[in-house]
């Protein structure tokens, strides 16, 4: 197979016209040959860091859709799945993705559960890192969330350090808001990335400590343009991540889309790519091609270098997408799962108060961090309520490993003025998280949630729309398209009920995850990330 076009090789930092001949899934040759050709050629994108779970797709279905946007390859930490299946859910990703042309390589998820302070569905210790890791199919140790372990010398956590250290594959950081010795600690201890940076300064001081910073553009967490400056002078140190991308989200566009704002911001075109396509294949030891003699034919065919609408996507030499056409077939796929509760009763979600203060967690847009808030109680009949005038509504997690009373805190700024929310997808235990405007409305959403096990939802007295994930409660069982379509729908319903979130059901998500200060809600109950310890809902006097 011969294709011409115009040649873009990144290393050299050239465009020649030229031709590419592809023999047994590889590159046999790349020549300067003349022709009219004016579409350009180039390695394919590689998202650095994400979760294919939190796309609501099995690794198969996601592929279908990524290669639309010339995506070739990711680099992916189930730590989702693996919270609820253990290494078993490790596994099966891996399984699922080998069956479709689609280069996904996972790690060994480091952080199962997270913390202690939350209820997961499986555990897994050093030993099952040393396990994992010892397989061809994990390519690093995923992201090291509990850095207090490593800044605290935790014996079990420093053990994880070492086996990826063992198998001499990299160790990926999670450090929001690290900065001065103790980031310099938890470098020293050999993690090597970080993709939770949420200013310009903290990036820099990491890239000047010699971590590699991914600039991460999700569906709930964006910093894109608080970080995109540092890339012309730090390029060769830095990659493009979502870390979580929902499906409505990912049907637009994923790497493709990043490299267009950046080009439009007048960066280097080089440099850019230098970091969308290289950087993770050489930090990673991927096996991705990068466009040169006896490598993998893994490349694109573009329109431009301006806004990189992809034409078609190469994997091994196999044409997976043209057009906007994808060719990466369905494959039938089991739903294990681990959803283990009965339905809840409206009294379960009631929290007297006497308090004239409550902690309220303020959700902020576009962030995963959160503040922490003091506001005036509303107590009717001696029990906490919901305060829509002000925005203060209730919020419960619900253990859904085990039949255990829900925890209950406030949050504001969802904006719901009535009806409620609910989602099983919850990082990173993935509990049941709601937030409504009244018990009774709580109540139903996360019954839908149990009779479905697991999904996201929007109830409104009678109406409600579900979008069922019976794997693992956390990804659907139906194609990207219809996953998409049925997710848009939900978080229209979302908005109708008055939520001003641009991706209400991905920050809902991420109100559990208690390793991102401030002020976070587990199942077990209000939670400061700063001083890691539960704190009271009622704010003593």
């Not at 590689?46 to 639309?68: C, G, N, Q, R, Y």
């Not at 009806?419 to 998280?433: F, M, Q, R, W």
Request: charged letters at 25%; one cysteine or more; proline letters at 3%.
């Amino acid at each position: 197979m011969q294709i011409k076009g115009q040649i873009v090789d990144i290393e050299n930092r050239c465009i020649y016209t030229g031709e590419i001949t592809v023999e047994n899934g590889k590159i046999s040759s790349i020549i300067e040959k003349n022709h009219d050709v004016q579409h350009y050629i180039m390695p394919g994108f590689i998202d650095s860091h994400i979760h294919i779970e939190s796309s609501m797709l099995v690794p198969s279905e996601f592929a279908k859709i990524a290669v639309l946007h010339g995506t070739v390859a990711t680099i992916s930490d189930p730590h989702e799945i693996a919270n609820v299946l253990g290494t078993a859910g490790v596994y099966y990703m891996i399984e699922n993705g080998k069956k479709v042309p689609f280069k996904f390589h996972f790690g060994a998820p480091s952080c199962v559960p997270a913390t202690t302070f939350e209820s997961a569905g499986a555990i897994i210790d050093s030993e099952g890192i040393k396990e994992l890791m010892a397989s061809p199919d994990i390519y690093y140790l995923a992201e090291m969330m509990n850095y207090p372990g490593v800044l605290f010398d935790d014996e079990e956590v420093l053990k994880k350090i070492e086996w990826a250290k063992h198998f001499n594959k990299p160790i990926d950081g999670h450090a929001p808001g690290l900065r001065g010795e103790s980031v310099k600690k938890y470098i020293s201890a050999g993690i090597s990335t970080d993709h939770e940076c949420f200013t310009f300064e903290e990036a820099e001081e990491k890239l000047s400590l010699g971590m590699k910073i991914l600039i991460r553009e999700g569906s709930a967490a964006k910093n894109f343009e608080a970080l995109i400056d540092l890339l012309p002078e730090n390029y060769e140190n830095m990659m493009f991540c979502s870390d979580d991308k929902h499906p409505d989200d990912l049907i637009v566009g994923h790497i493709n889309l990043l490299c267009a704002r950046a080009v439009a911001k007048g960066i280097d075109v080089f440099k850019i790519l230098q970091a969308a396509c290289v950087n993770p294949v050489n930090h990673y030891k991927m096996n991705v091609g990068l466009l040169k003699e006896n490598d993998a034919a893994d490349f694109i065919v573009v329109e431009d270098l301006i806004d990189f609408k992809v034409k078609q996507t190469y994997i091994n030499g196999e044409l997976v997408a043209a057009n906007g056409e994808s060719f990466v077939k369905h494959i039938l796929f089991e739903t294990p799962n681990n959803f283990n509760i009965t339905s809840k009763k409206i009294e379960d979600f009631e929290v007297s108060g006497s308090g004239s203060k409550i902690r309220v967690i303020e959700a902020l847009e576009g962030q995963l961090i959160t503040n922490e808030i003091h506001h005036k109680s509303l107590i009717l009949d001696g029990q906490l309520v919901s305060d829509t005038e002000n925005d203060i509504l209730k919020m419960a997690v619900v253990n859904r490993y085990q039949n255990t009373k829900p925890a209950i805190a406030f949050i504001k700024n969802f904006g719901l003025k009535k009806g409620a929310i609910a989602s099983s997808v919850a990082h990173d235990c993935h509990n049941i998280v709601v937030v409504g405007t009244s018990d009774a409305e709580i109540c139903n959403a996360v019954n839908l949630i149990i009779e479905n096990r697991g999904g996201v939802c929007a109830v409104n007295g009678t109406e409600n729309k579900m979008l069922a994930l019976p794997v693992a409660g956390i990804m659907s069982d139906k194609n990207g398209q219809e996953t998409g379509k049925l997710y848009q729908e939900i978080d229209a319903m979302a908005k109708e009920l008055g939520s001003n979130f641009k991706a209400p059901f991905m920050t809902l998500s991420f109100m559990a995850l208690l390793v991102i200060p401030d002020l976070k809600l587990s199942d077990k109950g209000l939670f400061s990330g700063n001083t890691f310890s539960f704190v009271d809902l009622e704010v003593k006097n």
